[in-house]
């Protein structure tokens, strides 16, 4: 079943002779439960691609479909719901907020929606995350490895139809880096929870089942891998 389906996507900033093509009309889809990697060397595209389909930015030319709905013609209440619903992301610096608890910002994405917390599937995820006594902790009392799993519960508590994450072991060391992509690897399989990965690091794409290479904006290659 087809999840996410990008057609003919540019983004170009500035204008005339400033103007500058982030992204060359990019065309893919990936299928629910897929595990992909975005690679590319710094500059290539791949940031600016992860927030389009975040729904985080808007492109200067093309479409973004999750789940059929066409989101870059939702008007900016109705994407700002709809990625708060569909989209989980996961980021570098983990983006927790500082005066919250580790359950108020797993949390928190369903209050802002005033949605009610269903308990059953955060003490699941809790379980599963390992912060079954870190629930009452703020995040400076956390190690990185345990904030990066705060900003993935996080990700999850919605169950969102796709799982966007930003280079999520580049702030960690080697120990927590493999964790992170191991936890992130039995959510995939686990819960079937499509993921979609912007990394450097080959190493770390290689867990991926698909390799998608972005060099000047463009997709230079796009490999099944297992």
């Known amino acids: 079943m087809e999840i996410l389906k990008i057609e003919h ?26 595990f992909v990697a975005i690679v590319g060397p710094s500059g290539s595209g791949k940031s600016t691609l992860l927030h389009m389909l975040g729904g985080v930015d808007r492109p200067t030319e093309g479409k973004v479909f999750v789940e059929d709905t066409d989101i870059f013609a939702l008007n900016e209440t109705q994407l700002a ?24 910002n797993m949390t928190l994405p369903l209050l802002l929606d005033q949605q009610e917390v269903d308990k059953s599937h955060l003490a699941n995820l809790v379980n599963t995350l390992d912060l079954q ?12 490895g345990q904030q990066q799993r705060v900003s993935i519960g996080r990700a999850l508590m919605g169950n969102p139809a796709i799982i966007l994450a930003d280079e999520p072991t580049g702030n960690l060391d080697s120990m927590n880096s493999s964790e992170i992509i191991d936890l992130l ?5 686990t819960y079937h929870q499509t993921l979609i990965i912007i990394t450097h690091d ?6 991926a089942n698909r390799i998608i290479s972005i060099e000047d904006g463009r997709i230079a290659k796009d490999e099944v891998i297992r």
């Open 81 to 104: 719901i709809f990625r708060r619903r569909q989209i989980g992301l996961i980021y570098q610096f983990f983006n927790l907020i500082p005066i919250l608890t580790v359950e108020e």
């Open 202 to 207: 080959e190493r770390i794409a290689l867990q």
């Open 133 to 144: 006594q870190r629930l009452n902790y703020l995040p400076n009392q956390l190690s990185g």
């Open 185 to 189: 690897k039995m959510l995939n399989k």
């Open 9 to 34: 996507l540019s983004k170009i900033y500035g204008k005339g002779e400033f103007a500058v093509k982030a992204l060359d009309d990019i065309s893919f889809s990936v299928q629910k439960g897929d």
